[in-house]
T-cell receptor, first 113, second 115 residues
Framework: KAGVTQTPRYLIKTRGQQVTLSCSPI?????VSWYQQTPGQGLQFLFE???????NKGNFPGRFSGRQFSNSRSEMNVSTLELGDSALYLC????????????FGEGSRLTVL | AQSVSQHNHHVILSEAASLELGCNYS??????LFWYVQYPGQHLQLLLK??????LVKGIKGFEAEFIKSKFSFNLRKPSVQWSDTAEYFC?????????????FGKGTKLSVKP
């Protein structure tokens, strides 16, 4: 079965701009989580969506937002980009049964100049 | 707040050496524990997990981990590493019965195996 698809894979933005990242989970998975991965902080939880509803949110400023569509695809948006937002943004597809396993995409690498 | 500590930032071993990567978590309740691995250029994938039962769990590629509740530890082990084990390893914890998608990750340990 197809894996988790994240687009774009790489992007470069400048400070003050905004960015939208997309994630298509595995077919049949209705939940997704987003994580930010940086060398200094490791993986940090951003938010989780289930059936178009945000179920959990991590400790990030309001510039970070997300949404989920009826087909389970999810987007996250970061507004007013800062240099510190440079990171790999990972989407995880969550199976409907509680196996505990998250299926990660390859990520979107954002560089803010 | 919950946290996960991985003791080693970078470990360098020769092939056939034994591996143990430390992981400690801080949380007083029941937890689910995981080790994920990220091979160079690949996505994160599950190596093994502990939910309940036997505290010694076995995962893919010969890895195992032992949950020691009294020490809040979940160390990863492999008796004999191979060059192909070169990767970054992440320990993670989730609240038992909590949100499946909200894992607290350690900062990772890079393992370099010399051929």
């Amino acid at each position: 079965k197809a894996g988790v698809t994240q687009t774009p894979r790489y992007l470069i933005k400048t400070r003050g701009q905004q960015v939208t990242l997309s994630c298509s989970p595995i077919s049949g998975h209705r939940s997704v989580s987003w994580y930010q991965q940086t060398p200094g902080q490791g993986l940090q939880f951003l938010f989780e969506y289930f059936s178009e509803t945000q179920r959990n949110k991590g400790n990030f400023p309001g510039r970070f937002s997300g949404r989920q569509f009826s087909n389970s695809r999810s987007e996250m948006n970061v507004s007013t980009l800062e240099l510190g937002d440079s990171a790999l943004y990972l989407c995880a597809s969550i199976p409907p049964t509680n196996t505990g396993e998250l299926f990660f995409g390859e990520g979107s690498r954002l560089t803010v100049l | 707040a919950q946290s996960v500590s991985q003791h080693n930032h970078h470990v360098i071993l020769s092939e056939a050496a034994s591996l143990e990567l430390g992981c400690n978590y801080s949380y007083g309740g029941t937890v689910n524990l995981f080790w994920y691995v990220q091979y160079p250029g690949q996505h994160l994938q599950l190596l093994l997990k502990y939910f309940s039962g036997d505290p010694l769990v076995k995962g893919i590629k010969g890895f195992e981990a032992e949950f020691i509740k009294s020490k809040f530890s979940f160390n990863l082990r492999k008796p004999s590493v191979q060059w192909s084990d070169t990767a970054e390893y992440f320990c993670a914890v989730a609240n038992y019965g909590g949100s499946q998608g909200n894992l607290i990750f350690g900062k990772g340990t890079k393992l370099s195996v010399k051929p």
